[in-house]
């Protein structure tokens, strides 16, 4: 008796759960951003929400969560009801932090994946006056004075943070590394206030700033050059091998129904193909690379067990295995 009491009542549940998928979404959707509004996740959250709203008939409320450098946001989602009413932009920050922090309270397993949205390339950049004018210039400036030259560090090791790590590891340099950044945005406004040396930033961050004149980028972490700044080399043309850029994927918490799932997709799926989103996104530098579910989910678990076999080489992976 009591068994088939479990059963009913289990039965129940998927009937419930399956009827408010059915009729999904009935109200308006949050979207958290573990970073500020001026950095770059937060300029691709913007300006994909209006496509998705179109989409889903419903309002999308993008809500800035950049505490702990992005840790609160992803924890949030990561934890959030799985009813399909919170979703996350995640990043590659949720494949590097875990290694190397103790007490993160998620991991790739904890989200569901609805789809990559874009992927972008990280930047080595300095101001528009510094004395550098290459990475050449910069690394005999680090040899001289070796953790002397300030760059920005934020908590959740965003991929910025990852790309340099590994950058300091090939070229065999230590700058002094400034903890406290919640976002990009933060470390270029240090940058051009002359408080850092240089920074590792997401082109989204640094192409409005580059192609105004105000700061100089003196190498891409990515396979390739950026046609916007065609004349800056890729690390790996110069002989160091740092190709880390930062994906963006819309995800909601782990459970998440699949008819609900299902919905989402189909609604970023159709986003991404608007000409009017591609002309959007390509005034901030951004591109629509969309992957489905499965594809997204691999992507992601091959980078995070990748990066977990790489910090355990640079003898900096704190869970002591891969």
């Known amino acids: 008796m009591q068994r088939r009491q479990i059963l009913l009542a289990a039965g129940g549940a998927l009937l419930a759960r399956g009827a408010a998928a059915a009729g999904y979404p009935t109200r308006p959707i949050t979207l958290i951003v573990p970073y500020g509004p001026g950095g770059g996740v937060g300029i691709n ?27 609160m946001g992803f924890t949030l989602g990561a934890h959030a009801r799985p009813d399909g009413y919170t979703l996350i932009m995640v990043t590659s920050a949720i494949t590097a932090a875990p290694w190397l922090l103790q007490h993160i309270d998620y991991t790739p397993e904890d989200y569901t994946y609805i789809g990559q949205v874009t992927f972008v390339p990280n930047m080595l950049i300095v101001n528009a006056d510094s004395p550098y004018h290459t990475v050449a210039d910069l690394i005999a400036a680090m040899q001289r004075k070796p953790g002397e030259l300030a760059t920005g560090f934020e908590s959740s090791w965003p991929s ?25 945005a933060e470390r270029i406004a240090s ?20 192609q ?52 989402v997709t189909g609604a970023l799926k159709t986003a991404l193909a608007d000409p009017a989103l591609h002309a959007d996104f390509a005034k901030t530098g951004l591109s629509a690379d969309y992957l489905d579910p499965v594809a997204t989910r691999e992507l992601v678990m091959r980078e995070y067990q990748a990066l977990g076999k790489l910090f355990t080489e640079l003898g900096i992976n704190v869970r002591g295995k891969t």
């Open 160 to 184: 910025p943070d990852v790309a340099q790590v590994v950058f300091f590891a090939r070229a065999g340099v230590q700058g002094k590394v400034v903890p406290g950044f919640s976002g990009g």
């Open 191 to 210: 940058l051009l206030g002359n408080h850092l040396d240089f920074s590792f930033n997401n082109l989204n961050e640094a192409l409005p700033l580059y």
């Open 45 to 71: 959250a913007r300006a994909v929400q209006p496509y998705l709203e179109k989409r889903l008939d419903q309002t999308i409320i993008v809500d800035f969560k950049p505490g702990a450098g992005g840790i």
């Open 212 to 263: 105004a004149r105000r700061i100089r980028v003196l190498a891409i972490s990515g396979t390739a050059r950026v046609p916007d700044m065609a004349e800056v080399p890729t690390f790996r043309e110069l002989g160091y091998d740092v190709a880390i850029g930062v994906w963006r994927t819309l995800a909601g918490p782990k459970g998440l129904p699949d008819p609900i799932v299902q919905t």
